[in-house]
T-cell receptor, first 111, second 113 residues
Framework: GQSLEQPSEVTAVEGAIVQINCTYQTSGFYGLSWYQQHDGGAPTFLSYNALDGLEETGRFSSFLSRSDSYGYLLLQELQMKDSASYFCAVRDQTGANNLFFGTGTRLTVIP | KAGVTQTPRYLIKTRGQQVTLSCSPISGHRSVSWYQQTPGQGLQFLFEYFSETQRNKGNFPGRFSGRQFSNSRSEMNVSTLELGDSALYLC????????????FGSGTRLTVV
């Protein structure tokens, strides 16, 4: 089976840097994705790591290490609007090929 | 470019009834996936359709079904509604069945009373 574990809540100060971790157990996957979801809104795609290493998109960066079964999302220069839930997800490689989501991390940015 | 459109946005149904939700993917996207989101369970995969064929199905009872039309629009149906079916139902589309970049619709909030 698959499991993607994330911290349930993280609080950080405006302007700071925060890292949201994702540890996974899966027999195989194509890559690791990250999604942001504001309250009452739809999940929106942030980034995708097909290969190990760091991907940078503006203030957001995402990292994947397959050997460590671990990834993270790094948010820099935090803004109040970054308060949201963040989900990691993997695209199953074992045949089902669906996008499987982690438990989600609620990020609260405080002044 | 229009996004993923889900209708209706809100729905209230009574236990035992059935409901049909609709999803229009981004033009050109042939893959449509459905997810159920509840506070306690997060995003749970329901099923995926690609080129009118169901490719995968999640661990949900047979009361949950879906289909995809030739224009890639998709519907999901839930029969014999239960209180526990109250959730946000999200549809996501992608151009192919690889990668991780899904585009989600705003969802249908279903309340079963």
């Amino acid at each position: 089976g698959q499991s993607l574990e994330q911290p349930s809540e993280v609080t950080a100060v405006e302007g700071a840097i925060v890292q949201i971790n994702c540890t996974y157990q899966t027999s195989g996957f194509y890559g690791l994705s990250w999604y942001q979801q504001h309250d009452g809104g739809a999940p929106t795609f942030l980034s995708y790591n097909a290969l190990d290493g760091l991907e940078e998109t503006g203030r957001f960066s995402s990292f994947l290490s397959r050997s460590d079964s671990y990834g993270y999302l790094l948010l820099q220069e935090l803004q109040m609007k970054d308060s949201a839930s963040y989900f990691c997800a993997v695209r199953d490689q074992t045949g089902a090929n669906n996008l499987f989501f982690g438990t989600g991390t609620r990020l609260t940015v405080i002044p | 470019k229009a996004g993923v459109t889900q209708t209706p946005r809100y729905l209230i149904k009574t236990r035992g009834q059935q409901v049909t939700l609709s999803c229009s993917p981004i033009s050109g996207h042939r893959s449509v996936s459905w997810y159920q989101q509840t506070p306690g369970q997060g995003l749970q995969f329901l099923f995926e359709y690609f080129s009118e064929t169901q490719r995968n199905k999640g661990n949900f009872p047979g009361r949950f079904s879906g289909r995809q039309f030739s224009n890639s629009r998709s519907e999901m149906n839930v029969s014999t509604l239960e209180l526990g079916d109250s959730a946000l139902y999200l549809c996501a589309s992608s151009a192919n069945r690889q990668g991780g970049g899904y585009t989600f619709g705003s969802g249908t909030r279903l309340t079963v009373v």
